[in-house]
């Protein structure tokens, strides 16, 4: 099977150091492996995506001296691809309706009976407020709602997997159904090789998932997974950031009938202090360096590739 991987950034703002490494440790991996590196532009968020950000990117890219087919694959033409997907997940019965806002999921989450809120990959995790009422408003609606944000029933999506999450009795393990995904770079905790997780941790410490978001009519977590398969990407390399998400694109896989690519995530690029660099550190835009007279060959080195 030949090794198809990707890069994929948001052209929302200057590639930098981060992206770089993210970037040539694909390109090389794909290369060593005689595969395919290629890109994907994340562009769902229109928001806050520039057409400005992506000939940069490209530029950039195309200066560290990375190769990939053409045209690219760019998330804001698949739309369709997304709706197709979201029709299927509530034809399941999967998705409701939520309006709640951050404020709102916060001050719900941290109510008394609810003791401390619990984070998971995309923040405070859901409480739960919208899934009781809004199903029974649309309970006899074939069609799904559009225009308003869709979240996944997490425990009712668990329970939908019998294949992901069989019963299996494992010596020393105190659960006996669980999911798995093949890694084979680092989680955050040293996480390696087959990495296993319970319904019920999906449900506790992911919860109700947003898979169709306001105003962009998909999420990064459906797209991701869909583009990926559309792709052929048998290897996703990526930040350790995305660690956690993993499990939702694992169960997002086995719903829509889509391959389970292996993953490798790799450490992320920190500043002296120690904190990841951000989009607006332009300090370590690619850009800034190549305007100080680096070459690519600096970059390498900086990342600790050279
Ligand atoms: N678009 C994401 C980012 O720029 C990367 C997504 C992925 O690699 O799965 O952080």
């Known amino acids: 099977m030949t090794f198809i991987t990707r890069f994929a950034p948001s052209p929302t703002g200057p590639l930098h150091l981060g992206h770089a490494y993210s970037a040539l440790l694909a390109y090389d991996m794909a290369m060593a492996e005689g595969g395919k590196f290629l890109l994907r532009i994340e562009d769902i968020d229109q928001s806050r995506a520039r057409p400005q950000w992506e000939a940069q990117i490209y530029k950039d890219l195309e200066w560290l001296g990375l190769w990939w087919p053409k045209p690219v694959m760019r998330q804001s033409e698949r739309q369709s691809v997304y709706d197709e997907a979201l029709d299927r997940l509530w034809q399941l019965g999967l998705l409701y309706p939520c309006t ?8 719900a989450a941290a109510a008394p009976q609810e003791g401390s809120p ?26 799904r709602p559009q225009n308003v944000p869709l979240r996944l029933d997490m425990e009712k999506a668990v329970g939908m997997v019998p294949g992901l999450f069989q019963n299996r009795i494992v010596p020393g393990k105190s659960f006996a159904s669980f999911g798995s995904f093949l890694e084979t770079g680092n989680g955050p905790n040293g996480e390696r090789g087959l ?37 052929g990407v048998n290897h996703v390399i990526r930040g350790q950031d995305l660690f956690e998400a993993t499990r939702i694109h694992i169960l997002l896989q ?26 607006r550190d332009d300090a370590r ?5 190549r305007q100080d007279g680096a070459n690519p060959q600096d970059i390498r080195e900086l990342v600790a590739l050279g």
């Open 100 to 107: 709640c806002n951050r404020k709102d999921i916060a001050a």
């Open 118 to 143: 619990l984070l998971g990959p995309d923040g405070v995790i859901y409480p739960g407020t919208c899934r009781g009422p809004w199903e029974q408003v649309f309970s006899d609606q074939h069609q």
């Open 195 to 231: 990495v296993e997780f319970t319904p019920d941790n999906m449900v506790k410490t992911i919860g109700d998932v947003v898979l169709s978001r306001r105003g962009m009519g998909t999420s990064y977590h459906l797209s991701v997974v869909l583009d990926d398969a559309a792709q």
């Open 254 to 279: 086995a719903l829509l009938h889509l391959p389970h690519p292996t993953y490798h995530h790799h450490s992320l690029i920190r500043d002296e202090a120690g904190k990841r660099l951000a989009k």
């Open 285 to 289: 835009a690619i850009a800034t360096y």
